[in-house]
């Protein structure tokens, strides 16, 4: 039976390490840094979206299509709000009612939404993807896949590409969600709680696998085209054989770049999937491209600036380690990441120093913020979402 990673990354080493040593160890959140804000981040509105994700691990986050949002929470709720206000425009449930006097039961929404044309996407624990109707948030086909739709919905040449827990890349028709094929990415019996979301380009989902590879895969039949091995296990511990690439990689001039936790960042050639260039640094948060530069968050929640031609660190910013940063995400020319106290970074882009700091919600931000237009989202942990402004 495969072991699936159910806590934060951080609570699972913890727990792992106290098990196998004799000694007192722990590890320590670095207290909030002292920030001169050189200038307040405005809210232009919150509003509720249900319970949120409470205190599961969930890549949920809100998402962005012209004049409106639409976020949901774990157990089901889907709102559609209009971006400018927050005002609702409708809300749907997605959670199934199984007798007059019980619970309904939650629809253990995962991964995120994905806009597409006239209808959103979204994958659930229970091993199902929805297709909803973007206009009035009613279900359009609601199709059974090969295991827990962990990943985001990616969406291309009329496809709906879905990475599923026990490691199957499956692709649904965007019309109808017939499932038109499916490739096995192997998986080992221990790994993190997530998937890797495919990013396409020519004609190809390059993807992550929870054994250390990236592979590339044609669109139009589902047949594998290279796969490249970037982490290797080098560690006879339970948390050092973990070495998941769960990403999205990066598609930028004809080169990938991907991460795997506990193992390598790489960059790889489009066509061939050989390795141009690779150094050793570990995580499984999605990272961003700028101009020449990466930007990412690594296992220890050190937030780095790394040169895209040959993998030089160009900065780093080490005080925020263990606070259990999310993805980073660039606005209004600086990176912004939330921790789980609830806090929003600022940083600067060129030197990773701060540049402001303001708290939204004290349930904590896991999901990367998103920008909507010239505005930054942010869902907390308890179903909150805000816009806010620079």
Known sequence: ??????????????????????????????????????????????KSVGNGVEQFYSELAPVWDGSAVYAADRK???????????????????????????????????GGLTVDGDKIFIGTERGTVIALNKDDGQVVWDVEVAGEALSKPTVSNDLVMIHTSNGQLQALDVNSGEIKWTVNMDTPSLSLRGESAPAVAFGAAI??????????????????????????????TEIGRLNDVD???????????AIAYNGTLAALDMRSGQILWKRELGSVNNMVLSGENLYLVDQNDRVLSVRKSDGVTLWTQEELLNRGLSAPEMYNGYLVVGDKEGYLHWLDMNTGGFVAQNKLNSSGIHARPVVASDKLMVQAKNGTVYLLTR
């Open 76 to 110: 089901g709720l889907v709102k559609a709000l209009e971006l400018d206000s927050g005002k609702e425009i409708w809300s749907v449930d997605l959670s199934k009612r199984t007798g007059f006097l019980s619970a309904n039961l939650s629809a253990l929404l995962s």
């Open 207 to 236: 993807v992550g696998g929870d054994n250390g590879r990236v592979s590339a895969v044609l669109l139009s039949q589902g047949q594998l085209i290279w796969q490249q091995r970037i982490s290797q296990v080098t560690s006879s």
């Open 1 to 46: 039976m495969q072991l699936r990673k159910t806590l934060l990354i951080g609570l699972v080493a913890s727990a792992l390490l106290a098990g196998c040593s004799s000694e007192t160890d722990s590890i320590i959140m670095a207290p909030l840094p002292q920030v001169e804000n050189q200038f307040t981040p405005s809210i232009v509105w919150d």
């Open 247 to 257: 990403m999205s990689p990066i598609i930028d001039d004809g080169k990938v770049y």
